[in-house]
């Protein structure tokens, strides 16, 4: 886990594992801010590990595994905060720490800006908005079989499934969590329309009816821990970046028009992208109740992207003109992190096969 930095006085040696263990305990500090000032080894040394992995991660060699992978995990953790676990309320103390924020926009400011090297915006704001939004639906909701979805149908073992679960586990234990967040405010039809869609999602509050639910018994059928984070440590970063980017949008109400453009393409790919699933399960010869998660979504989703862009999407662009384009930059941002966290799995899935 060790990674050697060149500096202009020596050559100082950063593990990013026991970065992380600093972290944590700073995380769990009883009021971290009144420590700020004060000397501390620990911070200190998760300070010089933070540094070293943005320059890794961003400077102009690119993306490093490792350092991508330290830098979405510490991001993870400070994020997943937002959200109420039913655990042990002292770990919620630092939930409005202005140290966490300094380290989460530290973060964010200099990933943003990497990942807008991957869609090109410009070029979205001179577009018709109904054609190119429908076109993009069209193409995703009965796309080409790629590499990536070719793989999970045909290839996939069994031991790649059970790890496609613990890594799929990650958000789908908490499933549809961040449209919370999104859903208060001034009473309309689109608001309805979200909340229709997070109740359904939600299982109409029957516990045996929400998707997590689903989720948690495809992993005791395959003999697997339902608890969530359980499986945390085989989640590519890619994967983690896509769950860190949901609260990135999720969470600031100018980014609104971005998450609904996220959260229709989300909906709109998830039947094709889960057929793939089920099919590689049934080619596997698993139950119904290891598979039952996938079916459901390939079911739910597909009417769930229809609202989403009857009545979502395209009010909203009606009523934003002018950033309507946004909606399209949300789309094409979630095409590109949910593609990448694919191959990503894949890659993972290939690598645990060969050990």
Not at 14 to 19: G, K, L, P, R, S
Not at 197 to 209: D, I, P, Q, T
Not at 227 to 242: F, G, H
Request: net charge negative.
């Amino acid at each position: 886990m060790a990674q050697e930095t060149n500096t202009s006085d020596s050559i100082c040696t950063i593990n990013y594992q026991e970065a992380e263990e600093y972290f944590d305990r700073l995380l769990h500090l009883k009021n971290l801010d009144n420590h700020i000032e004060e000397a501390d080894a620990d911070r200190e040394l998760f300070e010089e590990a933070l540094e070293t992995a943005l320059v890794e991660a961003f400077g102009d060699e690119g993306d490093v595994q490792e350092s991508n992978l330290f830098l979405q995990k510490i991001l993870y953790r400070i994020n997943r905060l937002k959200l109420f676990w039913y655990d042990d309320l002292e770990k919620y103390t630092n939930e409005a720490s202005q140290y966490l924020s300094s380290v989460r926009s530290k973060i964010e400011s200099r990933w943003q800006k990497r990942e807008l090297e991957n869609v090109s915006i410009e070029p979205l704001k001179g577009l018709p908005f109904q054609t190119a939004i429908r076109q993009r639906v069209a193409e995703d909701l009965d796309p080409k079989p790629d590499a990536t979805g070719l793989y999970f149908r045909d290839e996939m073992t069994k031991d790649g499934y059970r790890n496609l679960l613990g890594i799929a586990s990650l958000d789908g234990l908490v499933e549809a969590s961040q449209l919370s967040r999104v859903l208060g405010g001034v009473g309309n039809k689109i608001q309805s329309m979200l909340t229709r869609v997070f109740l359904e999602e939600y299982g109409g509050g029957r516990l045996a009816k929400k998707h997590s639910s689903f989720f948690s018994a495809m992993l005791l059928e395959m003999g697997m821990k339902a608890e969530p984070e359980a499986y945390m440590d085989m989640t590519p970063w890619e994967v983690l970046a896509n769950i860190n980017h949901s609260f990135i949008l999720c969470e600031k109400k100018r980014n609104f028009l971005r998450y609904v453009g996220a959260l229709l393409f989300t909906e709109v790919s998830v039947p094709s992208a889960f057929a793939n699933y089920t099919k590689a399960g049934q080619r596997l010869g698993l139950s119904e109740q290891a598979i039952g998660y996938w079916d459901l979504h390939i079911k739910e989703d597909q009417r769930h992207g229809q609202w989403m862009l009857e009545d979502v999407a395209l009010p909203l662009a009606e009523m934003y003109e002018k950033s309507a384009w946004e909606i399209i930059w949300g789309y094409d941002q979630q095409r590109f992190f949910s593609h990448r966290a694919g191959v990503a799995t894949v890659r993972s899935l290939r690598d645990a096969d060969t050990d």
